[in-house]
């Protein structure tokens, strides 16, 4: 099935009119976990499973060409979390998400504040199926668009971002996918008209983090705040300098960033 014929089947079932079962993507990088998860829902009469993805990355592959109405996301996934697959899923068109965890006490709790979907691990089948019936009744009532903004203000708020996990690759726009950076290949993270964009061999990538939320999400000591506007990788500095209290570093890639005068003295310091 192609993007087109996935969204145009998705749209005649949330609006009620469409046939078939309900479609269903798995993402957890656990065989067993998957299969397990896959047999359960392949009980239930009113769900087709589309797929199953090992990680976060091929997760949001599997969502773009598949067009399934629910995704089940493992939160713990090595490549990208499912909290981190779920805060890149915009749009009307987006899948339910359901979060499957074993115990994680601070996003359950978060969870049940927002009256979010989620599943916990060992999975039961009792609850299990509660939770697709919930999901049917929604997808029928068109109200995916509302449970996709609540599930957004959830993710943004500032609390679910300290309970995030620190990023090991930067996940990015580039056209119609989501690309997975590698950091040390970033010299530099950048606000620009309102967007925050990564440079990466000389391509601008658009990055749906702010950059307050990265400051606490890459590993520590990797970056450096040089100003408002910027995040810049310590390992590709070349070289620094500057009159008159003003620090500017030239980095490897021959960009020259001037640090904030409020910013400078941390930079001195980080960089000795």
Do not use: W
Not at 52 to 57: D, H
Not at 81 to 91: D, I, K, N, P, Y
Not at 92 to 107: E, G, K, L, N
Not at 227 to 247: C, K, P, T
């Amino acid at each position: 099935m192609n993007q087109i014929e996935a969204a145009a089947r998705s749209a005649a079932r949330e609006s009620g009119t469409g046939p078939g079962p309900v479609r269903a993507l798995i993402a957890d990088d656990e065989p067993r976990a998957r299969q397990f998860l896959e047999r359960l829902l392949g009980e239930h009469g009113g769900v087709e499973v589309v797929g199953a993805a090992r990680g976060g990355a091929e997760a949001l592959e599997m969502i773009e060409r598949l067009g399934p109405d629910v995704v089940f996301l493992d939160i713990h996934m090595p490549d990208l979390s499912g909290l981190e697959v779920a805060r890149t899923l915009r749009g009307a068109r987006s899948p339910i998400v359901v979060f499957v965890t074993a115990y994680d006490r601070y996003a359950i709790e978060a969870f049940e504040l927002a009256a979010m979907d989620y599943v916990l691990k060992p999975v039961r089948r009792e609850r299990l199926h509660e939770t697709v019936g919930r999901v049917i009744g929604e997808l029928r009532e068109g109200r995916r668009s509302a449970r996709a903004r609540k599930m957004h203000e959830l993710l943004d708020s500032e609390g679910m971002q300290k309970a995030m996990p620190e990023l090991r690759r930067l996940p990015v726009r580039h056209r119609r996918e989501v690309r997975l950076l590698d950091l040390a290949e970033v010299p530099i993270i950048f606000s620009r008209d309102r967007l925050v964009l990564a440079r990466c061999e000389d391509h601008e990538y658009l990055v749906d983090y702010t950059l307050q939320e990265l400051e606490q999400r890459l590993p520590d000591g990797m970056f450096v705040r040089v100003h408002r506007g910027a995040l810049v990788n310590m390992d590709a500095i070349e070289s620094y300098g500057g009159e008159d209290g003003v620090l500017v570093l030239k980095l490897k890639d021959g960009t020259r960033v001037e640090a904030s005068e409020r910013r400078a003295a941390e930079v001195r310091r980080r960089l000795r």
